[in-house]
């Protein structure tokens, strides 16, 4: 009877960690899977915040720039050059779009990922030094 017994339990817990070992298998699926999307969509998921965050300091700059945009700030104080305000919203613009279509025809998607981060910095430049000229 205690065999029986023990043949029982042993035989419904064998049967509790196959289920447990199947739900564990089907979680590691899904998990692999969402990865492996991940992986396949780094491209786009890396450019998604540059392009938005490119977009949005043209769009700033574009209301904020004054007509004529100084650029090479001299120590005197005075600009070297100055350019046409659409110029310096679609100068830096274009600099980021072309480092993330490079990054869309590379193999190494960070390098290419990481100098649009950069190109990012010459519209806040742009604006710091226009806005507060020494």
Same mark, same amino acid.
């Given at each position: ?25 089907? #979680?590691? /699926?899904?998990?692999?899977?969402? !990865? ?8 786009? *998921? +890396? ?35 100055? #350019?046409? /305000?659409?110029?310096?919203?679609? !100068? ?8 993330? *279509? +490079? ?32």
């Amino acid at each position: 009877m205690e065999n029986a017994e023990a043949s029982v339990n042993e035989g419904s817990l064998k049967t509790g960690f196959a289920k447990v070992k199947t739900v564990v298998g089907k #979680i590691n /699926r899904v998990i692999n899977l969402i !990865g492996l999307w991940l992986y396949r969509l780094r491209k786009f *998921v +890396l450019a998604a915040p540059v392009v938005y965050y490119a977009l949005k300091l043209a769009a700033y700059n574009r209301e904020h720039l004054p007509e004529q945009v100084g650029i090479n700030l001299q120590a005197t104080g005075e600009f070297a050059q100055y #350019i046409s /305000r659409n110029m310096a919203v679609m !100068g830096p613009l274009a600099l980021t779009i072309g480092c993330l *279509v +490079l990054m869309f025809c590379s193999r190494k998607a960070m390098y290419s990922w990481a100098i649009s981060i950069f190109t990012l910095a010459l519209p806040l430049l742009l604006l710091l030094s226009n806005a507060y000229p020494t």
